[in-house]
């Protein structure tokens, strides 16, 4: 029998500094997120980070939680239960710093007759300390004859982009000064690592413009292709792309989002809508971060209006493209692998 694992990051089990503590320590820990020597992000991460940055995620951790508990938990069980119903196979979900963990869910679709699994990263781009991490997790976790595939970075596909398309719409009709495309920032010092050519991201000031195979990896190049798509095919004039969540020292990936918000409301513009195409799922990121923050942000600027367009999340176009992949995958046209090179163009 095959299964379908949806794979997050996570979220911590309460929003209380004890708990989100404990996750950051797990989520720092991981070399594909702090990428130094294990003894100095073992001192840095449990003797400084974690303890200075608790109580203060626990607040903001605390503005978007709901009843039921974590926003990314609670949405990413709901899409699991729609696509389940959808696709009639079993769907479990995983996080990789929290509960469900990937020993869990794999277990859980073991005990259900799966053999092989379809692993989707909820994550659109390629970044290592996303996709990276993930997969690297679930391979080493993945029971004994059980099998599995990978649905590859799928920020070309046509039917993401539509699935996106359609989340935005109610956005869409109505008049903004500007669109921001806030994505996840990451140090730059990542990008270069992931480079495989050694001698292309960030080597040249039109590196994501110049045809490398680099790209098939990089972050940026991808995140940008994804915006672009995205204002053309919702025919967006005006529009920026940023990055945020930025942690810890070096440079990272540019502009900032905090500081794009505010050159756009110097700048003139008054209402905004803002879209966070690296997550496909609503967390701390874009409801606290974008929503509650970079909304303060912006009004503080001199900006009146920020529009936060909802996260993919379990809207329906987005359950529908998934069932397509599902099925593609039980009739045995999966265009999964486990190799990066099989993401298919769709332009």
Same mark, same amino acid.
């Given at each position: 029998?095959?299964?379908?694992?949806?794979?997050?990051?996570?979220?911590p089990?309460?929003?209380t500094?004890?708990?989100? &503590?404990r996750y950051?320590?797990?989520?720092?820990?991981?070399?594909?997120?702090?990428?130094? /020597?294990?003894?100095?992000r073992?001192?840095?991460?449990r003797?400084?980070?974690?303890?200075?940055?608790?109580a203060?995620?626990?607040?903001?951790?605390?503005?978007?939680?709901? /009843?039921?508990?974590s926003?990314?938990?609670?949405?990413?069980?709901?899409?699991?239960?729609?696509?389940?119903e959808?696709?009639?196979?079993?769907?479990?979900?995983?996080?990789?710093?929290?509960?469900?963990?990937?020993?869990?869910?794999?277990?859980?679709?073991?005990?259900?007759?799966?053999?092989?699994?379809?692993?989707?990263?909820?994550f659109?781009?390629?970044?290592?300390?996303?996709?990276?991490?993930?997969?690297?997790?679930?391979? &080493?976790?993945?029971p004994p004859?059980?099998?599995?595939?990978i649905? /590859?970075?799928?920020?070309?596909?046509?039917?993401?982009?539509?699935s996106?398309?359609?989340?935005?719409?109610?956005?869409?009709?109505?008049?903004?000064?500007?669109?921001?495309?806030?994505?996840?920032?990451?140090?730059?010092?990542?990008?270069?690592?992931?480079?495989?050519?050694?001698a292309?991201?960030?080597?040249?000031?039109d +590196?994501?413009?110049?045809?490398?195979?680099?790209?098939?990896? +990089?972050?940026?190049?991808?995140?940008?292709?994804?915006a672009?798509?995205?204002?053309?095919?919702?025919?967006?004039?005006?529009?920026?792309?940023?990055?945020?969540?930025?942690?810890?020292?070096?440079?990272?990936?540019? /502009?900032?989002?905090?500081?794009?918000?505010? &050159?756009?409301?110097?700048?003139?513009?008054?209402r905004?809508a803002v879209l966070?195409?690296?997550?496909?799922?609503?967390?701390?990121?874009?409801?606290?971060?974008?929503?509650?923050?970079?909304?303060e942000?912006?009004?503080?600027?001199?900006?009146?209006?920020?529009?936060?367009?909802?996260?993919?999340?379990?809207?329906?176009?987005?359950?529908e493209?998934?069932?397509?992949?599902?099925?593609?995958?039980?009739?045995?046209?999966?265009?999964?692998?486990?190799?990066?090179?099989?993401?298919? &163009?769709?332009?």
């Open positions: 029998m095959k299964g379908v694992l949806l794979a997050n990051l996570g979220s089990d309460s929003p500094p004890r708990s989100v &503590r950051l320590q797990r989520f720092l820990m991981d070399e594909a997120v702090l990428d130094i /020597p294990w003894p100095l073992f001192l840095l991460v003797g400084l980070i974690a303890p200075l940055r608790a203060r995620s626990a607040a903001a951790y605390r503005r978007i939680w709901t /009843p039921e508990g926003p990314l938990t609670t949405i990413s069980q709901r899409l699991a239960e729609r696509l389940r959808a696709a009639g196979v079993p769907v479990e979900t995983a996080m990789r710093y929290s509960r469900p963990g990937a020993a869990e869910a794999l277990e859980r679709l073991r005990r259900q007759g799966v053999s092989e699994v379809l692993v989707i990263p909820q659109p781009q390629y970044a290592v300390p996303t996709w990276g991490t993930i997969l690297k997790d679930i391979k &080493r976790r993945l004859g059980m099998r599995m595939q649905r /590859p970075p799928f920020y070309r596909d046509a039917d993401y982009m539509k996106l398309l359609a989340a935005a719409a109610p956005w869409l009709g109505k008049k903004w000064d500007c669109w921001l495309l806030s994505f996840h920032g990451l140090p730059e010092r990542h990008l270069r690592k992931a480079d495989p050519t050694g292309h991201c960030l080597r040249r000031p +590196c994501c413009e110049t045809p490398s195979p680099a790209h098939a990896v +990089c972050y940026r190049r991808q995140s940008l292709e994804t672009k798509a995205f204002a053309r095919h919702a025919g967006v004039d005006r529009w920026s792309v940023a990055f945020q969540s930025r942690l810890g020292w070096g440079k990272w990936m540019t /502009p900032y989002t905090e500081e794009e918000l505010r &050159r756009l409301a110097k700048e003139g513009a008054r905004i966070c195409p690296a997550f496909t799922v609503d967390c701390l990121e874009t409801l606290e971060e974008i929503g509650i923050r970079g909304r942000t912006f009004r503080k600027a001199g900006g009146e209006e920020l529009a936060l367009v909802p996260c993919l999340n379990d809207h329906p176009a987005w359950v493209t998934l069932r397509k992949w599902v099925e593609e995958f039980v009739e045995g046209n999966s265009k999964g692998g486990e190799g990066l090179s099989a993401c298919p &163009r769709r332009d």
